[in-house]
Structures are given as C-alpha cells and as structure tokens.
C-alpha cells in the first residue's frame, strides 16, 4: 500500500478521504498546524510514494532526493505551483497535481473586494476612523476612484481572469485583456472582451487585476515601466503571484502618485512585504487570503486527496500539470 506524507492538518474530510483509501497507518501526518520545518520535511518524506504538499513546501531536487526513487506524485493544494520545480519532477517521473476550479470564483471574489477596496481607501479610511481622526464631514474626505462604468484591464485571462471578468457585467465595465493566446470568440462575446497588447491594456486599464501565472515570462512584468505608461488614475490589484509585480518599482509609483493606489493579496517575500510598501497609505494589504473560505479550503484538500487517490488506484489524477509522466502521456 502506498505510503503517504501529509504535511499539514488538513480539512477532516480531505484526510478521511486518504484514510479510507490507504489506511490509517499510511498516512504519515504532520501534526503541527504550523509549517513543517524542511530538515523535519526532508526526513519524513524519505521512503514516501506520494505527498500532499502546500505552498510553503519547497519541492526541488533536495526535496526529490530526500524522498528517493520510490516518490510517484506531489499533490499541491494550490492552483499555482510555483513552490515545485516541475522539470525536476518529471524527469523522475514524478507527477505534479494542482487543486484548479474549486477556488476560482472565491479568489476572484477577493479581486474584486481589492478592486474596490483600493479604489474608494477601505484600509486607509478605516485607519483614519480608529485613529479617532474623524472630526466632520467633508466633501473631500477619503475620496477615491470610480469603480462602475470603467475599464477594467486583466492580466492573464485564464480561468480566475474571466470569473473576475464575468463580475464586471454588473458594473457596467468596458473589459480588456492581455493573454498569450485569445479566448475562443463566443468566450469573449460573453464576457464582453476584446485582447489588447500589453502598453494598450497598461495606457488604458483604469482597474488593472492581475491574474497570471508566475513564469519566466510574468517575473517582474510589472516594474517601473509600467507603472509610468498606466493612467495616474489607475489602480492596481494582484492576487496572482507576488513576483509579477516589481514590489520596489510599485512602492515607489504609489508613494510618487504615479498611480492612484494597489490591492494586493501577494508579495515577492511573503510572509514578509516591503518597508516601503508599508509606508504607503494608498494600497491595500492582504496576507494571502485569495482562496481562504472555510468552504473552498475544505474544497481544494479534496481535490489534492483525490488526485492522490485516483493515481494510486490506477486512473489518471484529474489535475495531473506534467502529464507526459503518467503512462500514455
Ligand atoms: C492559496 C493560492 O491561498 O491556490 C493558490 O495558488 O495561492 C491560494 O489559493 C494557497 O496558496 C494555498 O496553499
């Protein structure tokens, strides 16, 4: 029976999931709501055949090694897995599963809260309220941005981009978007949007939520640059990867007014975020909470248990990202 390390506790019926198909004394868990420390990590993956990893678990060649030849699958509960080195893994014929669908509308959800949490000051004003600061009404107090009747601009038009996209209907918003490759006609008919290039999305997104993955491609895409090309009206939400976005070239936009304000809900160095960010009064901080519902938690640490459980029981895992390593390509 296929051994099976857990690295954190989990949602019970994720884990029940993986008792009732392996056994209870298969499943080598974690205990410690708490990252578990690598040497620890390292250790208790030695001898595994499969791992229900997150985020914070670092799956590179140290990780494969310490595992050993009998390691087959890492299921990641996250929709991205920048955190494993995919090549690695298949080339040792180790397949990689990720947790997409379940959490696409919660995080676009969460963009959408950005969008207009940094448009009309929410974290700023509230600052200003339980600093006691709030004397009188004014007609200028806090004023932000326009949400409705806008343009709205996404960064990767993938499966969030269009639920965050599809939101924008109720809000009477023109929609552009930049992906490497363009949505089939009746998908953009239905969401009301037209492909733009890169500088035209940046000149005229008035709300620009970024939605790619993190690749060689999207590191660092947004720097300075591009903060000079947006409107000095705009405002910037990421709740994709942190490093999309040149955090010190940001910090500076925002500090310099060269855009009006940013959302964003992830960081170059999570946990840690830049001192000049946390100078800025004009942008919004969340510590990573795109997905973080009770209901879609529980859902995603499904999704990676069924992956576990589908590959060990000879199907193919539904979210395999390296399908080249399962048989039959
Ligand atoms: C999670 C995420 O909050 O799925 C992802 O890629 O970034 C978020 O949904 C978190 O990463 C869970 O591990």
Not at 166 to 193: K, Q
Not at 216 to 231: N, P, Q, R, S
Not at 250 to 259: G, H, M, P, Q, S
């Amino acid at each position: 029976m296929a051994r099976i390390l857990v690295t954190r506790p989990v949602a019970e019926p994720a884990l029940e999931m993986l008792r009732n198909a392996f056994g209870a004394d298969a499943i080598d868990l974690y205990e410690e709501d708490a990252i578990i420390p690598r040497e620890e990590l390292l250790r208790r993956v030695a001898g595994k055949d499969g791992v229900f990893a997150l985020l914070s678990e670092k799956v590179d060649a140290e990780f494969l090694e310490a595992a050993g030849p009998g390691l087959r699958i890492v299921a990641n509960m996250a929709v991205g897995y920048d955190n494993i080195t995919v090549p690695e893994c298949s080339q040792r014929g180790v397949a990689v599963t990720n947790t997409p669908d379940v959490l696409t509308e919660t995080t676009a959800d969460l963009a959408w809260g950005l969008i207009i949490g940094a448009s009309r000051r929410f974290a700023e004003a509230e600052r200003f309220l339980r600093n006691g600061e709030w004397k009188e009404w004014s007609p200028t107090l806090l004023c932000g941005v326009d949400v409705y009747g806008k343009t709205l601009g996404i960064l990767g038009m993938g499966r969030i981009g269009q639920a965050v996209a599809r939101r924008a209907t109720g809000f009477g918003m023109r929609v552009i978007y930049h992906n490497r490759s363009r949505l089939p006609e009746d998908t953009e008919r239905a969401l009301n949007a037209e492909r733009v290039d890169l500088p035209t999305l940046l000149a005229e997104s008035d709300i620009l939520s970024v939605h790619c993955p993190l690749g060689d491609a999207t590191h660092g895409i947004l720097g300075a640059e591009a903060f000079k090309a947006m409107k000095p009206t705009a405002v910037l939400v990421n709740t994709s990867r942190g490093p999309v976005v040149d955090e010190t070239a940001l910090a500076e936009a925002l500090l310099a007014k060269e855009i009006f304000a940013a959302g964003l809900d992830v960081f170059e160095r999570e946990p840690s975020v830049h001192a000049r960010l946390l100078e800025c009064d004009n942008v919004v901080l969340l510590p990573h909470l795109g997905s973080a519902t009770y209901a879609t938690r529980q859902r995603m640490a499904e999704t990676a248990a069924a992956n576990l459980v589908a590959f060990f029981s000879g199907k193919r895992p539904p979210n395999c990202v390296n399908p080249e390593v399962l048989q039959g390509g």
